[in-house]
């Protein structure tokens, strides 16, 4: 089947790698130029020449050029995974057949944005990948199959992002080969069920120490790499914290946001009625820390506080 795809990340990568090593007829790729802070932006150039695979930059799948590039292919199957805008309902009409698209939420539930920092953040045990066909409505087209994802105390958006990755891999090798066969799966969502997170920016990763530690082991790991990461201010300095240890229960009652002491690999850092440990940090642009390098490196101190703001005053 002549196949079109159009992708700029890791997921939307090993997807292509899939299709290339069960023979899909990829008549073109469309990708990004490179664009700074993008984390999960790879490049596809030399897997396209590796292949033999047309590749096209652009910064929008919906202009003319791109929309003709994509009829002149006559396309069966259109991919999009891992693109930051809605396609259009022209280029969603260029497949004789369908276009597909995946996402990290168990649709309907976790429609939108950030699904799953989102679903780490909220302490959810399970969350999907969902494979799906795309209509004008995002996230809204009838399935072709979904794989769980379950989400272990011990894992981070980072980890997460790996198992999405993988399921990925597994949702390609799977259903390709029913598509060569005429066989499309296709079941309708049920909209009535559906839920939706709203968009993140960077700077919504402010860390308010008032919550109670699991809520902000929560908030840290959903946050962690590939995304920007929660952060906080010490020193006039913005900390960003990319690790913690799971709570477990001991308290020590400190001012929120205080360090109350030292691990060597840890620092204990007061929240609701508790503390919580932070293993890794990065003062601004710094190489990141442990936290006991912290206080070596920077020269801070138990009693020390992080704030909300360079300039919070107790």
């Known amino acids: 089947m002549r196949t079109v795809f159009i992708s700029q990340n890791e997921l939307g990568f090993a997807c292509l790698e899939e299709l290339l090593d069960l023979g899909a007829d990829v008549r073109h790729v469309f990708t990004k130029p490179t664009t700074p802070n993008i984390s999960d932006q790879v490049a596809f150039g030399p897997l396209c020449r590796s292949h033999g695979v047309p590749i096209t930059e652009t910064e929008s799948a919906n202009d003319d050029t791109t929309v003709a590039t994509i009829r002149e292919c006559d396309p069966d199957l259109l991919f999009v995974i891992g693109w930051s805008e809605l396609v259009s309902e022209t280029v969603l009409n260029t497949p004789s057949v369908t276009a597909l698209g995946m996402h990290p939420a168990p649709l309907p539930r976790g429609r939108g944005r950030a699904p799953l920092a989102w679903s780490l953040i909220k302490g959810l045990d399970e969350t999907a990948l969902s494979f799906f066909h795309l209509v004008e409505e995002a996230d809204a ?13 011990g894992d981070d958006a980072g980890s997460m992002y790996q198992k999405m990755i ?36 960077p700077e919504h990763g402010l860390i308010d120490w008032r919550r109670s530690p699991r809520d902000l082991y929560n908030w840290i ?23 913690a240890n799971p709570p477990d229960g ?15 690999d840890a620092i204990g850092v007061g929240v609701w009625e508790s503390t919580i440990e932070i293993t890794e940090l990065q003062v601004e ?9 912290f206080l070596e490196a920077y020269d801070f101190q138990t009693g020390d506080q992080f704030r909300t703001s360079v300039g919070q005053r107790d």
């Open 141 to 153: 087209g009838d399935l072709v199959g979904q794989k769980p994802l379950p989400i272990g105390i």
């Open 166 to 201: 993988n399921a990925g891999r597994a949702l390609i090798q799977e259903y390709y080969p029913k598509f060569e066969q005429g066989v499309i799966p296709r079941t309708p969502q049920e909209d009535e069920n559906a839920t939706w997170w709203p968009r993140r920016k």
């Open 221 to 243: 790991r959903g946050q962690t790499r590939p995304y920007p990461g929660a952060f906080s201010y010490i020193g006039g300095q913005k900390v960003t914290i990319w690790a």
């Open 250 to 264: 001991d308290t020590a009652f400190v001012r929120p946001g205080e360090i109350s002491y030292n691990t060597g």
């Open 285 to 293: 642009t710094d190489e990141p820390v442990t936290g006991g390098e």
